[in-house]
């Protein structure tokens, strides 16, 4: 079995976990350190992954949202098991399991599965971007051809993150300067975006089980994946997407400052 296919096999394994819970709502919620919500389904998701990789992939390393880093090998599965337990924990169908496989600092593939809403995506280096809806074939996916932020369609999560990293009014003029803002939030606004729905989506503080999966999808589709200050994939502390044809605009237009962490 070739990575792709695993990875793909470990998405079915994660969906046929977290559905159960998510429509029978059976679970209870913590709260952990950092006061995010965290559900026993989202350790089970990951536990279930990591055990997995443990045996198919035994010399690779993995790190996961709830149980951290394992492993010292430069090919390493990156697992967020539920991105979006707020919704979750909330019944509202907008979540995904995230998994990715990067060699070093490169991308090799990236799946985001999203059970609830039917639909999935992944990319593998050069190959493209892929999306499966219920019931439908996959198809290829591409970002969009807009080329003015007037007539871009612009997706984010809060605004509380902007003020954190002193930008807020940077922001704020950015979603004033576009055609049309929307906040779909986390995994959704990149997917869109990758689908050429969305023309802009960035979030001012995410960590690397946030991005993983989501930059070899939007790489692939066309688009381009920075942090606010322009450095390329995950590992910046936070997220600018676009189509490429709109990414230096939109990055002038946040101030290209520094992620906090």
Aim: glycine fraction near 8%.
């Amino acid at each position: 079995m070739n990575d792709l296919e695993l990875a793909l096999d470990l998405a079915d394994l994660a969906d046929s976990l977290s559905c159960r819970h998510f429509f029978a709502q059976d679970f209870t919620v913590e709260t952990k350190p950092d006061l995010t919500p965290v559900t026993e389904c989202d350790r089970a998701v990951e536990a279930a992954i990591m055990d997995r990789l443990s045996r198919d992939r035994p010399d690779d390393s993995v790190l996961g949202e709830e149980f951290g880093s394992h492993g010292t090998s430069p090919r390493r599965w990156i697992v967020d098991p539920i991105d979006g337990t707020k919704n979750f924990v909330r019944g509202v169908p907008v979540w995904a399991t995230l998994i990715s496989l990067y060699d070093g600092e490169e991308p090799v593939l990236g799946v985001v599965s999203a059970p609830a809403l039917g639909r999935r995506w992944w990319a593998q280096s050069g190959q493209g971007a892929h999306v499966a809806a219920l019931d439908q074939a996959p198809k290829r996916i591409h970002v969009s051809e807009v080329e003015s932020l007037s007539d871009a369609s612009l997706s984010y999560a809060s605004l509380s993150g902007w003020r954190d990293l002193g930008v807020l009014d940077r922001f704020l003029d950015l979603c004033a300067s576009t055609w049309r803002t929307r906040g779909y939030g986390d995994f959704y606004s990149y997917m869109l975006l990758a689908e050429g729905a969305v023309d802009i989506a960035c979030e001012p503080e995410l960590a690397l089980y946030d991005m993983g999966a989501l930059v070899p999808i939007v790489v692939e589709a066309g688009g381009t994946f920075t942090n606010t200050a322009g450095t390329p994939g995950p590992f910046g502390g936070n997220a600018v997407a676009t189509n490429s044809r709109l990414h230096s605009a939109t990055l002038d237009a946040l101030g290209r400052v520094a992620p906090t962490r």
